[in-house]
């Protein structure tokens, strides 16, 4: 095939084990973990787990990455689209409230063959960096019911410095807007799980509060109640971090309860999490 799926339409040659686009990879799907996970949001983990699919590589290149193991190092196993439904089989068979795709924007053929193979009964979370392109997007219309995208930046400057993606802003924005179209309000059930909607998720970087601040600027703005945002301060320095010095740290308290008070501000709906968990041990562990 000749690719273009992401915004990066690098035309690119990709056969089943190999691909020479930015993303560097083939496209049968490569999975690191297939696992009932904890660490979501209250809405998505509940108390049976989210039945996670974590794809490796990416279309983006943040020098932070979180999970750099497998997004840069491409660390998994090749399976087929056949071989991918059965693992949304697996996962529903454990009782857990969703099945959750992680970062699988460039296999995106391969994860609509697996839904016309198998569609779980269970709501499909579609968790993604939001650098992703309304066209591609719409090969998921009908098969996800929660979209989990993150707004990373608010400042495009930042953008191509720290994950090496120009017009970030912009594509991020288009994205969401594709989303809330497909899924509509966020609904969910009497337990509290979403079955329905888009949470967007903002990773705080350290001595960047400006940065948060504009990003929850645009979500109000833009979207406002339609969706529900995550505000996250479980970073890190890993990956590459240490040749920044600006983000070679956890944010602070101080950092975090600034931003935390300008989402109150707002009146945006969502979630917040505990500073302590800015740690490694909340990083999963991979499967190779
Ligand atoms: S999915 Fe990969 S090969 Fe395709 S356009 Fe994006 S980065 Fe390039």
Same mark, same amino acid.
């Given at each position: ?15 089943? #084990? ?18 009932? #996970? ?35 190092? #491409? ?145 109000? #703005? ?67």
């Amino acid at each position: 095939m000749i690719c273009n799926y992401c915004p990066r339409k690098c035309n690119a040659v990709r056969t089943e #084990h190999h691909g020479e686009g930015f993303c560097g990879m083939g496209e049968l799907p490569v999975v690191a973990r297939v696992a009932p #996970h904890f660490g979501e949001e209250p809405c998505i983990s509940g108390t049976k787990g989210s039945g996670t699919v974590f794809f490796s590589g990416c279309t983006l290149k943040c020098v932070y990455c979180q999970n750099y193991e497998i997004s840069s190092q #491409h660390k998994g196993k090749t399976i087929t689209p056949g071989e991918l439904a059965d693992c949304y089989k697996r996962l529903e068979q454990t009782g857990v409230h969703n099945i959750n795709l992680v970062t699988a924007d460039h296999f995106v053929n391969a994860v609509v063959k697996s839904f016309e193979i198998y569609k779980p009964r269970i709501p499909v979370v579609y968790n993604c960096s939001g650098y992703t392109s309304p066209k591609t997007l719409s090969m998921l219309d009908g098969i996800v019911d929660v979209y989990l995208p993150d707004f990373k930046y608010s400042d495009d400057t930042l953008a191509v410095k720290y994950s090496s993606a120009p017009n970030y802003v912009n594509i991020a924005s288009a994205a969401i807007k594709e989303m809330i179209f497909q899924v509509g309000l966020p609904q969910l059930d009497e337990d509290g799980i979403i079955q329905k909607g888009v949470i967007v998720r903002h990773l705080i970087l350290p001595a960047h509060t400006k940065n948060s601040i504009g990003v929850l600027d645009i979500l109000k #703005h833009n979207y406002g109640k339609q969706i529900l945002v995550s505000l996250m301060c479980q970073y890190v320095p890993v990956g590459q971090a240490d040749k920044y010095s600006r983000i070679n740290r956890k944010i602070t308290r101080r950092e975090y309860e600034k931003v935390k008070f300008e989402l109150y501000q707002r009146d945006l709906n969502g979630f917040t999490q505990d500073l302590s968990s800015a740690s490694e041990e909340y990083i999963p562990s991979w499967e190779f």
